[in-house]
T-cell receptor
């Protein structure tokens, strides 16, 4: 069966420090991968999605970037965190057309 | 860009009341539609999905949703809510002409009073 791993679960980082959040999927190949940020009252904001290795689509211009160095690995990064980057970050995967998305447990990022 | 609107941000109901949460999406064409639920302290779970066929979709825990193509809507319903339905509900859409972009609505917080 397929599983999705996202870590760390919580992270406290100072302003100006770099960020790397990792998401990996097991039990499937060539998944579509997504990074979302969830904020209270604002739902899930799609940040990046990827349909294959090295293919990244960005939905919101911001201080973050994403990379997909391997088929089942999706990384969310920042060179210098801002206070406004605080939030709850979710990774998700889905198969091809007519499939639902499955979510990781999320990372609570606090920038101080 | 495609968008998903959930008009009710907060809903408070008493147990046994009926529920309907609105969801509208932009753009026509072929879509996949979803409702996800997030119970307090838990991760997102799929409640139900529509890909094609019968526009009335049955999900888990007595929920259902109806796809009305002419109204670009996919409203969630439950005839009689329970206290355990207290959660946040998210509508989501994949527009098949927009690659694999999965877009969520802003969510609706449902509180059911015992």
């Amino acid at each position: 069966s397929q599983t999705i791993h996202q870590w760390p679960a919580t992270l406290v980082q100072p302003v100006g420090s770099p960020l790397s959040l990792e998401c990996t999927v097991e039990g499937t190949s060539n998944p579509n991968l997504y990074w979302y940020r969830q904020a209270a009252g604002r739902g899930l904001q799609l940040l990046f999605y990827s349909v294959g290795i090295g293919q990244i689509s960005s939905e919101v211009p911001q201080n973050l970037s994403a990379s997909r160095p391997q088929d089942r690995q999706f990384i969310l990064s920042s060179k210098k965190l801002l206070l406004s980057d605080s939030g709850f970050y979710l990774c998700a995967w889905r198969g091809g057309m007519n499939t639902e998305a499955f979510f990781g447990q999320g990372t609570r990022l606090t920038v101080v | 860009a495609q968008s998903v609107s959930q008009h009710n941000h907060h809903v408070i109901l008493s147990e046994a009341a009926s529920l309907e949460l609105g969801c509208n999406y932009s753009y026509g064409g072929t879509v996949n539609l979803f409702w996800y639920v997030q119970y307090p302290g838990q991760h997102l779970q799929l409640l139900l999905k529509y890909f094609s066929g019968d526009p009335l979709v049955k999900g888990i825990k007595g929920f259902e949703a109806e796809f009305i193509k002419s109204k670009f809507s996919f409203n969630l319903r439950k005839p009689s809510v329970q206290w355990s339905d207290t959660a946040e509900y998210f509508c989501a859409v994949i527009h098949n002409n927009a690659g694999n972009m999965l877009t969520f609505g802003g969510g609706t917080r449902l509180m059911v009073k015992p």
